[in-house]
């Protein structure tokens, strides 16, 4: 160990020494309401513009997806240092909406390392209760594509020319029993909302081409 890093670590409980309880208390508070505050923001910025994404692929605007992908890099590696210091955002904690954000930055996430990473902590908070099995269960549809691998429950879509196609599916005769097993609506009735949010024909049952990706 290095003299300067001995001597920062003696700062460190010097400060934290002559802090009073009710100090810490009151710091720990309003650190948590900032991360709460900073996350329903994110999350509503996340959402800004996401169902227009189909449609800037579609007619290759360029300059549309390229300020989409910096903005999620940014958030991703702001939750990513969050998480670092502080652990995940529970629920219990932080708040249904503020958790929600939290979820909804790794699934946009384009930094596959940090979406890998987050889903152990996830899967972990699933089995408690505090996140859905059907969020679980398209992080993981996510991640499984982005590795050019099948996915399980069919939640991932890609543009082809001016309409959505399914990503490659691994058991496509079981699909639906699949999604009900994690709380996920049938193919046709999600099939229909993604037409709806996207404003573009949405192609199923799937043909037997492969679908391109961005």
Not at 1 to 26: D, Y
Not at 37 to 63: T, Y
């Amino acid at each position: 160990m290095s003299m300067r890093l001995c001597l920062a670590i003696l700062v460190v409980c010097v400060a934290a020494c002559a802090r009073s309880p009710g100090q810490e208390a009151h710091d720990s508070a309003a650190t948590l309401s900032s991360v709460r505050i900073a996350l329903i923001r994110m999350g509503i910025e996340d959402q800004a513009g996401r169902d227009s994404i189909p449609a800037a692929v579609a007619s290759n605007d360029a300059a549309f997806l390229e300020r989409m992908s910096r903005a999620d890099s940014s958030r991703s590696r702001w939750l990513q240092q969050t998480v670092a210091e502080r652990g995940w955002p529970a629920r219990s904690i932080f708040g249904d909406t503020a958790a929600g954000a939290a979820w909804l930055i790794v699934q946009h996430s384009p930094m596959l390392a940090f979406q890998e990473a987050m889903l152990p902590l996830l899967e972990a908070e699933a089995k408690r209760g505090a996140v859905r099995a059907g969020d679980i269960a398209m992080l993981s549809d996510r991640i499984d594509v982005d590795k050019h691998q099948p996915q399980r429950y069919g939640t991932q879509f890609s543009v082809k020319g001016t309409k959505l196609v399914p990503d490659a599916i691994i058991e496509l005769p079981k699909l639906d029993s699949m999604r009900e097993s994690v709380g996920l609506p049938p193919m046709k009735e999600y099939v229909r909302a993604l037409a709806q949010m996207y404003r573009m024909p949405v192609e199923w049952p799937p043909s037997r081409r492969k679908p391109l990706r961005r």
